[in-house]
């Protein structure tokens, strides 16, 4: 029956997401689209240096301005018991404490919020509030400052890395990546309304509702369960929703302050710095190997920026321990403060950026060898175990990706050395590079609620950020209960559902699948034991014997003159809806084996040798990710992911300028990403088995391994069509000639 045991149909057309109708008309709802009546609107105003102390600041003209509900400062401002004093503050681990200081740590940092009746006065008279500072010391310079900042052990040694010094050949490089930005569609926004004095309700934009009510309970020392979180639609998040930001804070503070609800969606420009951003980042790699190319070991050094208010270390070196084979390893990082917001988690955090390190060094070591790149890394791979842990794979098909995306690009057509495949102004080369990632699983919880009629909704607090969450539920509450999937609904992103993770790291389906298969148990018990009264033969079934339809409830080891239809049990048993919830989480497994996702990237480039112009002609990823829930779902986000490495090998830059101490070109005429122009159609397969230890459903996370190694592939493609190796990104046209 359906994903447990049979390969896909591929003639059957994929099936849409179970909220695509609600997003293409409109209907679906976003935070900021709400309706909530006596609505007021604020706008933050932002600081003009990027380091000192607030001397004054004027407010007076902004609160004259018609339809003015009021202004918050840290001087003026509701309590937030949470950030009574620089202990709780400390406790609570917020971050940013956001009109609670004085001190200016980053140019825009919010140091007013102004609330009016309509967003074109709160705007106005946002702009006429302004403040006197004394100014201190900043800098903006990642590369500029790293110098000034030590390594320190980034988890354990492995053997000893002066082995390095009698490798046959040994590649020893740095490369340096410029900081990134999430830039989701939708941008972040919040409507705050309380309710009572103590009962919240949020619409907003995040990844994870329950995190939220969580932050804010403890700021403002209320029970969990009086904060109402909704975030049924979320146009996008790659990380930027895995926190609880300022701007969310300053919202229902808003609320409080004027006893309305209160709506603040920041600007495009102001999410550039209000929602953290992947940190600019220093590697330094040492790689050698035998004269057969086995690896002797590895020296990974690595810096991330971070703030100044605030210490976020990327785990830059966290996938050099995961996917090879090196008995000598030494990894280090840092982390550099800089007058700017606080970095966070993006697309495939840490590993994205260590393994374009990794990936651009292997690739280099394989011309000194003169040994295939695809063959060097078979010849590598870690593919019994962890090598960190110890502990068996569970599943681990990176070798079959390999393999797969070989073939699907034509490696065989690649010439071995650089240069060799010219057409006209154009040279053309290929890349690859693998990536790897921890596959994790949460604890999570769904329910179920069945109607007369055999229809289901299953719920989840669990938001849908665009991963295709929604479409996975539907397809494993399908394929457990028999039950067609017109009669299964789905309901999540809201906080008064079942609690789950946030949806992030790439464990959401991972978690919430389990999470769903248990619900569905419940509920086939459940039903038997109403089926228990009307026919002896249900007492004390197990789930696994029990089958569900369309239509009734039967057993599979019995006749099917058990068959007991629901509506006959929903009669004699007086039933109204029929509700279960149940919880499941990793156990006992995560102690003997090992789990992680895996991807090949092959990419095919054209370089122009007069413009510098990168061309990517063709994109291949191959994944392993266990069995694959929503073939649809999983391909939109692996092409997705692959569009996220283009850019971050071509084309996104978070420039900053050091004299103003401030970001640069913060809108999307400034920040460029690929668009369909820069982009083939991403070529992408799954290897498609199912992992049998993860969860019941055996699918491991997907969309970060789309993008860890993408940026290699196509810095390793410029190599081999043009002789040059950059080891910094972007590889902007400049880079290139
Ligand atoms: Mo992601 S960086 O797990 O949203």
Not at 125 to 139: F, I, W
Not at 214 to 235: C, D, M, Q, W, Y
């Amino acid at each position: 029956m359906g994903f447990f045991d049979e390969p896909f149909d591929l003639m059957t057309p994929p099936e849409g997401r179970v909220e695509g109708v609600a997003k293409v008309t409109g209907s679906g709802k976003y935070a900021a689209e709400y309706k909530v009546n006596g609505l007021c609107h604020a706008v933050l105003v932002g600081s003009t240096i990027a380091a000192g102390t607030i001397l004054n600041i004027n407010t007076s003209n902004a609160k004259q301005v018609a339809g003015v509900l009021g202004v918050i400062t840290h001087l003026e401002k509701p309590v937030v018991p949470g950030m009574a004093d620089e202990e709780k503050i400390k406790e609570a681990r917020f971050g940013l404490p956001v009109f609670h200081t004085d001190k200016v740590y980053f140019k825009g940092q919010p140091i007013a919020l102004v609330i009016a009746e309509t967003l074109e006065d709160a705007t106005y008279a946002a702009s006429l509030v302004s403040a006197e500072y004394r100014e201190d010391a900043k800098t903006v310079d990642f590369n500029g400052t790293l110098g000034f900042v030590s390594l320190t052990p980034a988890g354990k040694d492995r053997g000893d890395i002066t082995a390095l010094n009698s490798a046959a050949h040994s590649i020893e490089a740095e490369y340096n990546i410029k900081a990134e930005v999430h830039n989701p569609m939708e941008m972040h926004a919040t409507i705050a309304e309380w309710t009572a004095d103590d009962k919240l309700k949020l619409f907003d934009k995040n990844q994870g509702v329950n995190n939220v009510q969580r932050t804010f309970a403890k700021l403002f020392n209320i029970p969990v369960n009086h904060i109402e979180v909704i975030s049924e639609f979320v146009g996008g998040g790659f990380g930027s929703g895995l926190r609880v930001w300022p701007h969310a804070l300053a919202c229902i503070m808003a609320a409080k302050l004027v006893k309305r609800p209160v709506k603040l969606m920041l600007t495009r420009p102001q999410m550039f710095y209000s929602v953290g951003y992947r940190p600019a980042s220093w590697q330094k790699i040492k790689l050698g190997a035998n004269a057969d190319g086995k690896f002797i070991g590895i020296h990974h050094q690595a810096k991330n920026g971070t703030s100044v208010y605030e210490n976020f270390n990327e785990g830059i070196t966290r996938v050099t321990r995961l996917i090879y084979n090196f008995d000598n390893l030494k990894a280090e990082a840092a982390t550099v403060p800089l007058n700017l917001s606080t970095p966070t988690w993006m697309r495939g955090p840490g590993d994205c950026t260590g393994d374009f390190a990794i990936e651009s060094a292997i690739d280099e070591l394989s011309y000194k060898l003169n040994i295939d790149p695809v063959a060097l890394r078979m010849k590598n791979l870690a593919l019994e175990k962890n090598p960190e842990t110890g502990l068996p794979w569970s599943t681990n098909y990176i070798n079959e990706c390999i393999e797969k995306g070989a073939q699907m690009i034509s490696w065989k057509d690649r010439k071995a050395a650089h240069s060799q495949n010219i057409e006209g102004d154009w040279n053309i080369g290929y890349g690859m590079a693998v990536g790897a990632w921890n596959a994790g699983r949460g604890n999570a919880s769904a329910g179920i609620q069945m109607q007369k009629d055999g229809s289901i909704t299953v719920q989840t607090a669990m938001t849908d950020i665009g991963t295709g969450t929604g479409i996975s539920m539907q397809n494993i509450a399908h394929e457990t209960t028999g039950i067609s999937k017109s009669k299964i609904k789905i309901e999540l992103g809201n906080s008064n559902l079942p609690p789950a993770p946030s949806q992030g790291g790439s464990n959401g389906l991972s978690s919430i699948g389990g999470a769903v298969v248990a619900a569905v148990n419940a509920l086939k018990l459940k039903l038997a034991e109403h089926a228990a009264l009307q026919n002896e033969a249900y007492k004390n079934v197990a789930a696994a014997d029990i089958l569900l339809s369309d239509k009734g409830i039967s057993l599979k080891t019995a006749n099917s003159q058990f068959f007991i239809s629901y509506a006959s049990l929903w009669e004699k048993n007086k039933l109204g809806i029929l509700e279960v919830e149940a919880s499941s989480g990793p156990g006992a497994e995560r102690q003997k084996y090992a789990f992680c996702s895996s991807a090949a990237h092959f990419c095919k480039v054209r370089v122009n040798r007069k413009t510098g112009k990168v061309k990517i002609e063709r994109l291949v990823t191959v994944s392993d990710g266990g069995k694959i829930i929503s073939e649809k779902a999983a391909a939109n986000q692996m092409s997705g992911a692959a569009v996220g490495g283009i850019g971050m090998a071509l084309m996104e830059e978070q420039a900053t300028d050091e004299r103003l101490g401030t970001l640069v070109g913060n809108d999307f005429a400034g920040y460029h990403f690929p668009v369909n122009a820069d982009a083939p159609i991403i070529e992408v397969a799954f290897i498609n088995k199912p992992d049998p230890n993860i969860n019941p459903q055996g699918s491991k996370g997907l969309g970060e391994v789309g993008i860890i190694g993408t940026a290699a592939a196509i810095a390793n493609a410029i190599y081999n069509a043009t002789g040059k190796r950059l080891r910094d990104l972007p590889i902007t046209p400049d880079k290139v000639l």
